[in-house]
């Protein structure tokens, strides 16, 4: 072992000296690793390359990545094992916050939609309402804009208002009050 390792773990060299690797292994991940190192051993795979969790001395656990390689005497039987192990911990939670940030991301969209899709349909209940209400009303109804340079026209006017001024509602649109009366 390095003094790497050591420091990553919280070990001293004399205490990791010995030790299986699956003693510093998350128990979750155990089984791929011992998988992954039987098919290094017997040469099903060249090399093994992983991204599992260990667990240091303190208990906490944290992620990390591992290529390992065999080293094989001359007839090719397997003698020990060479590591490199990357604490790809802070990489790897900041991953997992990115995918949850997205997710949440993702939930409040869908959400938005759905509340969109509603306010959306109540305006057009509401709009259709309103119309019926304009178009219906015995009452002179008139919806009047003010133009760029001031003036008042006649945005809309409803079947009252054409029975009065006895002119269909296409000669009362955009023309002047003062020029319809």
């Known amino acids: 072992v390095n003094a790497a390792l050591c420091r990553m773990l919280g070990y001293a060299a004399e205490e990791l000296v010995g030790r299986s690797f699956t003693d510093f292994v998350h128990p979750d991940d155990v089984p791929a690793c011992i998988q992954g190192g039987r098919q290094l051993v017997d040469g099903t795979i060249p090399q093994l390359q992983l991204e599992e969790r260990f667990v240091r001395k303190s208990g906490e656990a944290f992620w990390v990545r591992i290529n390992v390689g065999p080293i094989r005497d001359a007839g090719g039987r397997f003698l020990y094992s060479l590591g490199v192990i990357e604490d790809i911990d802070g990489h790897r939670r900041m991953v997992e916050a990115l995918e949850a940030s997205e997710q949440r991301l993702r939930e409040l969209t869908r959400h938005l939609e759905e509340l969109a899709g509603k306010r959306t349909r109540q305006l057009e209940s509401s709009r259709a309402q ?44 955009g023309r002047t009050p003062e020029s319809v009366l």
Request: proline residues 7%; glycine residues 4%.
């Open 130 to 173: 309103l119309q019926a209400f304009f178009e219906t009303s015995p009452d002179w109804l008139t919806f009047i804009r003010v133009t760029p340079d001031g003036q008042f026209v006649y945005a809309d006017i409803n079947s009252a208002c054409e029975q009065a001024y006895g002119l269909p509602r296409s000669a009362v649109i």
